[in-house]
């Protein structure tokens, strides 16, 4: 990174002379996890910028009302980067808001930044564990071309890539990928090869640490960066980073990006699987020698939290009606609500590979990336907080260890094993009833969870009233 927490705006200033910067751009984050952004001339830019912030009506980010919608941006100095993007050498950061009072402004308690760190002040506060350290996996599909719509007389979306195998009879280099083959695949068969390491390159110019990129299941354009194990805050930050370089690098390369967890029907999905440890006083909290997997008891108790909450963390964790056309049987995602060690068929997933203290861990494989990352890594680290505070055993509870294929199972097997929601609704009703979790500590204000379930229900409600094409196919001649 170019600048860290102690950094000050006469040092942000010297930066901005030294390489003829010109604007100075700041990116906010909106409840649904998307970047907006405002831009000034660098000029601009100093120590009032700090004090006062930049001004924005917080209810077109689509936060629920408080006494006034006038906020004000403060920006983080420890998150600026040059943007790759921009034609104009801009300055970019990222950073907080902040509802206008006197004497002095208050953080906005709904804001996502403000919402995670609350949550690490609440762990740090119940005295389990001082950090926790992420690292997800991001799954995403690259096209050549996309066209879609969603009118009363017609709505349809097609979607194209060299890669596919649909494409091997229209004249092209016979390179194309069987359908679920890509896994590993090598050139020339993996088109986007150049264009990965390119978007590797950018993040970590960025400041975002990249462990290793390469082509997924998915035939059809389906690829996954995967970055090095950080901090949770950082973390959520670097994840908007990253999505704003793989969308972008995309477009420039003269193709497209997406995250949506389920593009292509009969293909695998794109998930954003979230490694996980907590540490105390730099020491790992997750390891034991001679627990089930060498993880502790509160490791375990951590998972049983995660386990119990499962299908109300799905409401935040998956908050797309897409999500659940992902997490269906038969494509490496997970549907059953359980613990195994390396068996990619259950909701937690011990990666067997992870032997030492500080590595190990487990992840939790249901998260897509169309989910607010702030409120999503939030919602985790309070679920596991709260199987720990209550002692929560997953093997008594019966949620395994399933060391066995879950996709395998007879019918009257599966039938015994509880399953993730299969709905967006189902997701939000299980929310409704069980949210406790989240306003502990006041991190997550129930305001903002009744707006969250509000704006989601009125999305999944008009999505469920719309024709399918498929339902022509199957009806239209009844």
Request: charged share 25%; net charge negative; proline share 6%.
């Amino acid at each position: 990174m170019l600048f860290t927490s102690d950094t000050t705006v006469e040092e942000v200033k010297r930066f901005i002379e030294d390489n003829d910067i010109e604007m100075v751009d700041f990116k906010m984050t909106d409840i649904d996890g998307r970047w907006r952004h405002i831009t000034i001339p660098s000029e601009r830019f100093n120590e009032d910028t700090m004090k006062y912030g930049i001004g924005f009506d917080g209810s077109n980010y689509g936060y629920a009302p408080v006494e006034n919608s006038d906020m004000v941006f403060i920006p983080d100095l420890s998150t600026a980067a040059i943007d790759p993007f921009a034609e104009i050498a801009t300055l970019t950061m990222s950073g907080d808001a902040m509802i206008i009072d006197r004497p002095a402004n208050r953080p906005f308690d709904q804001y996502p930044r403000n919402v995670i760190r609350r949550a690490v002040e609440y762990m740090r506060e119940t005295g389990i564990a001082d950090t926790m350290i992420i690292g997800p996996e991001f799954e995403f599909h690259v096209f050549d071309e996309i066209q879609f719509e969603s009118r009363p007389n017609c709505v349809r979306c097609e979607i194209d890539t060299e890669e596919a195998d649909w494409n091997t009879g229209y004249g092209d280099n016979g390179f194309q990928i069987p359908h679920k083959g890509g896994y590993h695949i090598s050139a020339p068969q993996d088109r986007y090869y150049n264009l990965r390491s390119h978007m590797c390159t950018l993040m970590e110019d960025w400041g975002v640490k990249v462990k290793y990129h390469h082509h997924e299941v998915g035939g059809p354009g389906q690829l996954e960066i995967e970055v090095e194990l950080a901090d949770v805050e950082k973390m959520a930050d670097n994840t908007m980073v990253t999505k704003y370089i793989i969308k972008n690098a995309a477009v420039e390369d003269g193709c497209t990006a997406t995250f949506m967890p389920k593009p292509i029907f009969g293909e695998a999905g794109n998930g954003m699987h979230v490694h996980m440890l907590l540490t105390k006083d730099g020491k790992p909290l997750f390891y034991d020698e001679h627990g089930y997997a060498q993880l502790s008891k509160l490791a375990h108790n951590f998972m049983g939290g995660l386990l119990k909450h499962a299908k109300s963390l799905c409401a935040i964790t998956n908050p797309s009606t897409n999500s659940f056309k992902r997490l269906v049987p038969g494509f490496e995602a997970p549907v059953t609500i359980g613990y195994a060690t390396a068996n990619r068929s259950a909701v937690i997933r011990i990666p067997a590979y992870a032997k030492s203290p500080m590595s190990k861990r487990f992840e939790l494989r249901n998260p897509d990336g169309t989910c607010n990352p702030y409120y999503a890594y939030a919602a985790i680290l309070m679920a596991g907080l709260d199987g720990v505070i209550n002692e929560i055993d997953p093997a008594a509870n019966g949620w395994g260890p399933y060391d066995f294929n879950l996709f395998d199972l007879p019918e009257e097997e599966k039938a015994k094993i509880d399953a993730l929601p299969t709905s967006l609704n189902e997701a939000l009703d299980a929310l409704e009833e069980d949210h406790e979790y989240l306003t502990r500590g006041g991190v997550f204000p129930e305001r903002l969870l009744n707006i969250w379930v509000a704006r989601k229900r009125a999305e999944a409600n008009r999505i469920n009233s719309i024709p399918h094409p498929a339902e022509f196919e199957r009806y239209f001649d009844l």
